[in-house]
């Protein structure tokens, strides 16, 4: 089954068949050879370097509801909170003086009249680090308030679609919420400039192998700047609490088989996956993934974004001091350039 691997590598596509044979084998082997050459072409691209992105959690108030995550609006355990303009402003002080050209802004979906307010936020950052790249990852907006954070000057959006199979979206999602408007809100960005991410949790609840080859179908055809993949981690307060995490051997195939598809792609080593496993991040790392998000939000404030149970918390210095030496361990470093996509230059 080797043949599955090197003709992934050579053309970035493989039929359905071929995908589900990846997804489920438990040949440790063919296993090991998707790791490798994963990993292989990950470095071919991007030498030893992994990206950095200081990631400030804006705000954990959302006006969605979605079963899995653990800051939904009917979540009513959860004390709430938006970062001020200032405090979002000294978090980035403090991470570009610890080197991040990266900044992204995550959070909840804030009521719409907020478009403006976070519009100023960006245009604050933009004018004040013009060397950083802004990313945003804030959920679903219409399409002239993706316009007005990017005319204030963000550079990227992550929105994962998380599952490309209808009938499984509204497994993990309130009625008012729908596949349609995610990937009209995939398209707005698109089309608005930004370079643009999305991706899945795996082993959601009810996810199944034929849903995730749906949604490699979908991000192939999308072909994504960066593409962002987790477990699923339960979170107690939610109706899917009681659900078993989704698998890291699994979320780590699937890095390897995108780096395939996608040698150029940014596809970070998630938060939730070192949540799982102290190594997780490494593991991410060694199957192909480029990127890492180091938290930079307040402490006060990072304890109450609890999109899962058990997120792995550190303090932003210290955190930086571990991933080099982890890093280091494994013949990587922290690469601090802002990280653009950047497309391969076609040669006839
Ligand atoms: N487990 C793992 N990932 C989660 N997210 C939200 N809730 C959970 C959870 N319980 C992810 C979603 C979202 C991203 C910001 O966090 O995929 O897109």
Known sequence: MRHLVDTLRESHHLNDEGYEALLTSEDAELLEYLRREAQRVATSVFGQ?????????????????????????????????????????????????????????????LPREKAPWIA???ADIRARWSDCAITLSLGEWPREDYELFRNAGADRYLLRHESHNAAHYAKLHPREMSLDNRLRCLNDLRELGFQTGTGIMVGSPGQTIAHIVEDIKFIELFKPQMIGLGPFVPHHDTPLGQFPAGSIDLTTRLYSIFRLMFPHALIPSTTALNSLHPEGRVMGIRAGANVVMPNLTPASARENYTLYDGKAITDPAEGIQQLETQLNRIGYHIDWGRGDYKEPIKTL
Do not use: K, W
């Open 120 to 122: 100023g936020l960006v």
């Open 49 to 109: 370097g992994i990206f950095v992105r200081g990631l400030i959690e804006l705000t954990n108030v959302c006006r969605n509801d979605c079963y899995y995550c653990g800051i939904r609006r009917s979540n009513v355990a959860l004390p709430r909170y938006i970062l001020t303009h200032e405090q979002v402003m000294q978090s980035c002080q403090a991470g570009h003086e610890l080197g991040f050209r990266t900044f992204v802004l995550q959070g909840g979906e």
